[in-house]
């Protein structure tokens, strides 16, 4: 079974292996310009040298600290907005339409807003990634919330379980699948705020690395901060993928191995 799932993991990651090696050919073979689009090698040769100035990790650290900031923020606002709405019909007519207000309005029109509100520091960029996460895992938690089995309900009503057992015992565990799934939305979509938080105003990140690039040129530092933010998503899906399989350990899909885990 091990072996098995090893197999299954590395299978994913040959489609992505199979286009880079294509991506190489092409600009070795002057099919693409590298002026315009960098060789995989290219990226990697001014990688590693940013790694050895200090350019990269310095960055990237700042880049860090904000998505786990912002990230922290929103599943705290998510949450809590969640449990308001869902668990009350009062608590959703005040909190659910004012959410899905604010869900429709376009990230780069708040921006200005932001920045006159909370100044060119590193706030309106944590609150920029907090608001784009913050809506997954609401939407998520609510539905799961919204879509417990009602005979659970009744079966609380014939044990007595006052209303915090209820929500302890039954309503969180039977809503966590739909939380899960919310953080990794929520995470993905970090990443997206980041880049457009970290283009505005920014004197750090990995953002205001590549904007930078961009006025030389240098599109090999782009693809640098591409594959930086493309890495990023993928690990911390994973990890969010891990938290999963062991917070849901007691579901029969876990249990069994589970197609696609």
């Not at 072996?3 to 590395?10: I, P, Q, V």
């Not at 786990?68 to 339409?97: F, Y």
Request: proline share 5%.
């Amino acid at each position: 079974m091990g072996g098995r799932r090893l197999l299954h993991n590395l299978a994913r990651y040959l489609s992505p292996l199979v286009l880079i090696v294509l991506w190489q050919v092409a600009c070795s073979t002057g099919l693409l310009s590298t002026r315009l689009v960098a060789s995989p090698a290219q990226i990697v040769g001014t990688g590693w040298g940013l790694v050895l100035d200090g350019t990269l990790p310095t960055n990237l650290g700042v880049s860090l600290l904000r998505a786990a900031t912002g990230l922290s923020l929103a599943l705290l606002a998510g949450t809590s907005l969640a449990l308001i709405s869902g668990l009350s019909r009062i608590g959703e007519n005040i909190v659910d339409a004012p959410l899905q207000i604010l869900r429709t309005l376009p990230v780069l029109a708040l921006v200005p807003l932001f920045i006159l509100w909370f100044g060119i520091g590193e706030t309106p960029k944590i609150l920029l990634v907090a608001l784009g996460s913050t809506f997954p895992i609401y939407l998520n938690l609510y539905k799961g919330i919204r879509t417990i089995d009602p005979k659970l309900i009744e079966m609380t009503r014939t044990l007595r379980l006052s209303r915090t057992q209820t929500i302890r015992n039954v309503i969180l565990p039977g809503a966590l699948p739909d939380l899960l799934v919310g953080i990794r939305f929520a995470v993905g979509i970090s990443w997206l705020m980041l880049v457009v938080a970290e283009q505005v105003n920014a004197d750090s990140g990995i953002g205001h690395m590549m904007m930078d690039a961009q006025d030389f040129l240098r599109t090999d530092i782009i693809f640098v901060g591409l594959a930086i933010y493309g890495f990023l998503g993928l690990i911390s899906d994973q990890f969010v993928r891990l938290l999963e399989r062991y917070a849901l350990v007691w579901r029969p899909v876990h249990l069994s191995g589970g197609a696609g885990k």
